[in-house]
């Protein structure tokens, strides 16, 4: 039961496929649509649950999602001085989700046909949308997640660049010492690197994945 809610989790658009991390909740059975509100202490105890999922089973799936989670956190959630703000808003321009979802129009001007293909076909992405005519991506229903085709990565990457010249998330920049130190856990039981704020974004690879 839990490992078919963690990987359900993942699969939905609860998941952020493109940036990673999770959003606050789902609002429906599928765990398709979220508010897309991002918290810390969300993404810190689900990094927990994911990572304590891979000690006990030892699926790649599920140290990939704790990566990518905490890539997400150090990326977009960290301090100048090293701690970690509380979350990112679900709104940009006045509409919720608008930031995250997408039309199969821009990801073919975005990747070209061929790429677009692919990468839809992966995502679920169709003409009609799944969100207000636009495109929640997820990993529902794909018969399986654990193998994911070497071309989808870069091609992630690409969206993920391009998500980001769009209006930028509110960040709510408190620093709570009780959440940091859920995420200070989260990343030493997932034994991952600690790096300085001055270093930048690195490559981290954790020790027990």
Request: charged fraction near 25%.
């Amino acid at each position: 039961m839990a490992e078919q809610t963690l990987e359900s989790m993942y699969r939905g658009g609860l998941f952020d496929h493109v940036g990673g991390g999770f959003a606050r909740y789902s609002t429906d059975e599928m765990w398709l649509v979220p508010h897309f509100e991002k918290m810390l202490y969300d993404n810190a105890l689900l990094a927990l649950a994911y990572t304590e999922a891979y000690q006990q089973t030892r699926r790649p799936l599920y140290g990939e999602i704790v990566r990518r989670t905490l890539d997400y956190v150090l990326r977009e959630l960290r301090d100048f001085q090293g701690g970690f703000y509380c979350g990112q808003d679900a709104d940009s321009e006045g509409e919720e989700g608008k930031y995250y979802v997408f039309t199969a129009g821009e990801l073919r001007d975005l990747l070209g046909p061929e790429d677009a293909e692919a990468f839809c076909g992966w995502y679920g992405v169709t003409e009609t949308g799944n969100f207000a005519g636009k495109n929640i991506l997820n990993l529902i229903d794909r018969e399986q997640v654990q193998r994911e085709p070497v071309r989808i990565r870069p091609l992630r990457e690409r969206v993920y660049a391009y998500r980001l010249e769009r209006t930028c998330l509110h960040r709510d920049d408190k620093v709570l010492a009780a959440w940091n130190g859920l995420m200070i856990a989260a990343l030493a039981r997932a034994d991952w690197p600690w790096m300085s704020p001055a270093i930048g974004t690195p490559p981290w690879e954790p020790r027990h994945f």
